[in-house]
């Protein structure tokens, strides 16, 4: 049982800093409500991801874009190259772009940055361990011993979240539902593509339980590969970089790419 909270530190707290949690605190913030938004890393920091959103987001949001392409080095792509497990493909184009792509590390960053500027407070290094609520609102507390109250909350922290362990929404995940991937940004000057405009995705990589990717960026190529976790413990065993450095010697002899991977990226 927790005494009651008379005074607060925000009117709301946003726990987790990606896309999702620097936008609902730049929201708040922009409408006056008082706001801290806390992460467990600080930035910029990197993410396992393809690093690509629909073009429709630029329509969606058409000021924070044009905020975001004076900080961040974003590429339009027009053509889609999707592979079955069989091996059948079918290429995808349109006029305009379909996606954008990015780095992770700076976009990230730089929608934090919108929060910011904003108004909302920022606390970086902040990983929360505990989360208490009552009628009177919310208190987190931090591992470095910090606590912080507020009115309400926001759960942005991510697939591991410990806000939505602590609203009864999720009780975490079993190995069944477990997946391992991979991810290298090279620049172009070591591995290029073949096409800059087109991303490739192979789904169902060699019929197995997973994919395979090549994101061109505006300097560099995002790769990798993905297995749902027990098969590639009980079926490939390889570390998971040779078959990452296999998915890209298979892309290169198909035209895909052209260089070669960098297990240091």
């Given amino acids: 049982m927790t005494s009651q909270i008379t005074t607060y530190d925000a009117d709301v707290l946003v726990i987790g800093g990606g896309p999702a949690g620097s936008l609902a ?31 429709g987001v630029r329509r969606r949001f058409p000021e924070l874009m ?3 392409e004076q900080r961040v080095p974003i590429h339009e792509i027009s053509k889609v190259m ?12 349109l006029e305009e772009p379909l996606y954008l792509t990015f780095r992770r590390i ?5 929608l934090l940055c919108c929060a910011q500027d904003a108004g909302a407070r920022v606390i970086e290094g902040a990983r929360i361990v505990a989360i208490e609520r009552d009628d009177t609102g919310v208190t987190v507390g931090c591992a470095d011993g910090r606590r912080l109250t507020a009115r309400a909350l926001v759960g942005a922290d991510g697939v591991n979240s410990i806000v939505a362990r602590a609203a009864g929404l999720t009780h975490g995940f079993t190995n069944a539902e477990l997946a391992i991937d991979t991810m290298e940004e090279t620049p172009l000057e070591e591995l ?21 990717y090549v994101f061109p960026k505006r300097c560099c190529v995002d790769a990798g590969v993905g297995f749902l976790l ?5 079926t490939l065993g390889d570390a998971p970089y040779e078959h990452h450095a296999r998915f890209l010697q298979e892309m290169s002899a198909k035209g895909v790419v052209r260089g070669s991977s960098n297990p240091d990226n």
Avoid: N, Q
Wanted: charged content about 25%.
């Fill in 106 to 110: 700076d976009f990230d960053a730089a």
């Fill in 82 to 93: 999707m592979e079955a497990p069989s091996g059948a493909s079918v290429l995808a184009t």
């Fill in 230 to 234: 027990p098969f590639f413990k009980e």
């Fill in 25 to 55: 605190g730049m929201t708040l913030a922009r409408r006056g409500v008082s706001t801290v938004l806390l992460d467990k890393k600080v930035f910029p920091r990197d993410k396992p991801c393809g690093g690509g959103i629909r073009h």
């Fill in 192 to 212: 290029g593509v073949a096409d800059p405009d087109a991303i490739y995705v192979a789904y169902g990589y060699k019929g197995w339980p997973g994919y395979g």
């Fill in 66 to 68: 044009r905020h975001l």
